[in-house]
């Protein structure tokens, strides 16, 4: 795995392994239990894809779309694993979008779909927390998708050689609201990135979010949110109505 996280006051960064109940660091043996894990990147941006499984474009009513929707969301909606989502007065429906992210390794520009596995650093969990109120007022999707916390991801990227046959499901308050696999994808990681680089040049620690499957919903003030890829890990954030970043008593 690779990450960021504090432990002891201490921020460490970089690749890790998770043997039994302990994040092994270079030398160090640190328990889990001492360790508050960050974002595992800073990205200077975050390219997400709209309608990417044909089941979610039926459940909003939209078509099949023949290229990939792209939008950007800013890296001041970024929280990491365990962090609150801050529902804002401004929507009245504020919904969860478990989804696989992509993590660039280097710059790259018009990269081929079969090159595109050599620019990939990994691979984690994002919420692309969308206001769907807001989302069909504007008719566009900037403000219902920027709001500050809107883009938890991690808890750490994984690497993965073969992106195509992850499980991915999100629970609200441990129930599973979304169930698929990534072989169900319109457009595969490898497509998405030769898109997108080819539209504008991807650095080094940005994401791509690949898109959610059916079954998004509300999230309420209280709620506990969850997305698990496989062999990736559970990305958990708690929605809340009161500004405070902190574990759980929020």
Request: aromatic share 8%; with cysteine.
């Amino acid at each position: 795995m690779i990450g960021r996280f504090v432990a002891n006051g201490r921020i460490y960064e970089g690749r890790f392994e998770i043997i039994d109940d302990f994040i092994v660091f270079d030398s160090y043996e640190i328990p889990i239990s001492a360790v508050k894990f960050l974002p595992p990147v800073e990205p200077s941006k975050i390219i997400a894809v709209g309608l990417n499984y044909i089941d979610h474009a039926e459940e909003l009513n939209m078509p099949v779309p023949e290229e990939p929707i792209i939008f950007m969301k800013p890296s001041t909606a970024v929280i990491g694993h365990e962090d609150c989502i801050i529902l804002p007065d401004q929507s009245q429906r504020v919904d969860y979008e478990g989804e696989l992210a992509v993590v660039m390794a280097e710059d790259c520009r018009r990269v081929s779909e079969s090159e595109a596995a050599d620019y990939i650093l990994g691979y984690t969990c994002f919420n692309d927390v969308t206001a769907r109120d807001l989302q069909g007022k504007d008719g566009q999707w900037t403000r219902a998708k920027s709001f500050d916390t809107f883009a938890p991801i991690g808890p750490y990227i994984a690497e993965i050689d073969d992106p195509g046959k992850l499980g991915i499901q999100t629970r609200v308050n441990g129930r599973v609201v979304q169930k698929s696999n990534t072989s169900n994808l319109i457009f595969d990681v490898f497509q998405l990135v030769a898109f997108v680089s080819s539209i504008m040049t991807l650095k080094a620690g940005d994401v791509i979010a690949t898109g959610t499957p059916a079954g998004v919903g509300m999230l309420k003030n209280g709620d506990v949110v969850e997305v698990e890829i496989d062999r990736i890990g559970v990305l958990r954030n708690y929605a809340v109505k009161v500004e405070r970043q902190i574990k759980c008593e929020c």
